[in-house]
């Protein structure tokens, strides 16, 4: 039963090839969290398709939402407001989203709350961890995006460093495609490196400045097997995939290292698709070793999901934040506090 006090959060995601609606409670306890993957129609052209994951969603959106309140046992006159995904992403897809949800809150005299994807994923955390409170830092892994962020409260996020071309994610994608690996790569090359050995040295992803930079690196296993097929040689691929993820990883648990020596972290936390990289969590617990509280949200809402938009949302509508119903999409959005690359 709601409680007078209780706030619950209807949130809608639509990003990328996931549909999602969710109903969450107070910011931290999931209600319902229903997700309608495209990966099976997306895996026949080996990555996402932006026009037909857009008709997808369209298909799908309705269907969604109301599963969502039906599994949460809850109905429209029970949500106090609609949290949105506005970007970052693909524009046609977070267009049915934010649609929807403008369509939804006009009818229903709703607030409607637009959330940043990037953000999104920061609150996952919350979801797992119904106990963590800012400050900590967070190591945010997703596939359009890689940073280091100090999140200081709620609504305050300071981006120390962040990846100038390609994120670790992107990364993981193209070259799972290059070893002929089926979409979505990064489970599929966590899975062949377990079986491999790090033997192929590439350069670090961390550049001069501190920021990442993973194109060099996708240049670089690309390169590798150009030139042994040139010669001849067959690889073993899971030799390269273990010797990409070591490189990969290895250079964002260095980062995050000296961020939190600098900053006297004592929690540190992870976000977005690659955290539920099985090395990059076994990387992690050399944290935990030193004393320091690690956080990595369930593996379900490492990808994309509506729960953590409902999350984002209820600490956006407690403080008292509404979208117009003007809203529109951002497909570049950042995240608050990051500084442009010169």
Do not use: W
Request: proline share 4%; charged share 20%.
């Amino acid at each position: 039963m709601k409680q007078d006090n209780d706030i619950y959060i209807l949130g809608i995601e639509s990003s990328c090839d996931e549909t999602a609606s969710a109903v969450v409670k107070n910011g931290r306890e999931i209600l319902s969290d229903v997700v309608l993957s495209q990966i099976d129609i997306h895996r026949l052209y080996g990555g996402v398709v932006p026009e037909i994951a857009s008709r997808n969603h369209v298909e799908a959106i309705d269907k969604v939402v109301k599963k969502a309140l039906s599994d949460a046992n809850v109905t429209l006159g029970d949500i106090d407001a609609v949290a949105v995904t506005y970007g970052a992403g693909l524009v046609g897809a977070l267009l049915v989203g934010v649609s929807y949800a403008k369509g939804l809150a006009q009818a229903q005299g709703l607030p409607l709350v637009a959330v940043n994807h990037i953000e999104g994923h920061i609150c996952a955390n919350y979801l797992t961890y119904p106990d963590l409170v800012p400050p900590y830092t967070c190591l945010l892994t997703s596939g359009g995006h890689t940073a280091i962020v100090n999140v200081e409260d709620y609504d305050g996020y300071n981006v120390v460093c962040s990846t100038v071309d390609d994120a670790v994610g992107e990364a993981f994608d193209k070259v799972a495609r290059v070893l002929g690996l089926p979409y979505p790569g990064g489970p599929q090359i966590d899975a062949l490196s377990q079986r491999g050995q790090n033997v192929y040295k590439f350069h670090s992803v961390v550049t001069s400045n501190g920021n990442f930079s993973y194109s060099g690196l996708k240049t670089a296993v690309l390169n590798l097997l150009h030139n042994a097929e040139q010669r001849g040689e067959k690889l073993d691929p899971s030799d390269v995939a273990c010797s990409f993820t070591h490189t990969a990883v290895d250079g964002l648990i260095d980062r995050l290292r000296q961020v939190v020596e600098q900053n006297g972290a004592q929690t540190v936390a992870v976000a977005g698709g690659v955290g539920a990289n099985s090395y990059l969590r076994s990387r992690l617990k050399e944290f935990e070793r030193k004393g320091l509280r690690v956080c990595l949200p369930k593996l379900s809402l490492c990808g994309d999901n509506a729960s953590m938009i409902a999350s984002r949302g209820y600490y956006m509508y407690i403080n008292g934040e509404r979208a117009p119903l003007s809203l529109n999409a951002c497909p570049t959005l950042k995240l608050r506090g990051e500084k442009p690359h010169h």
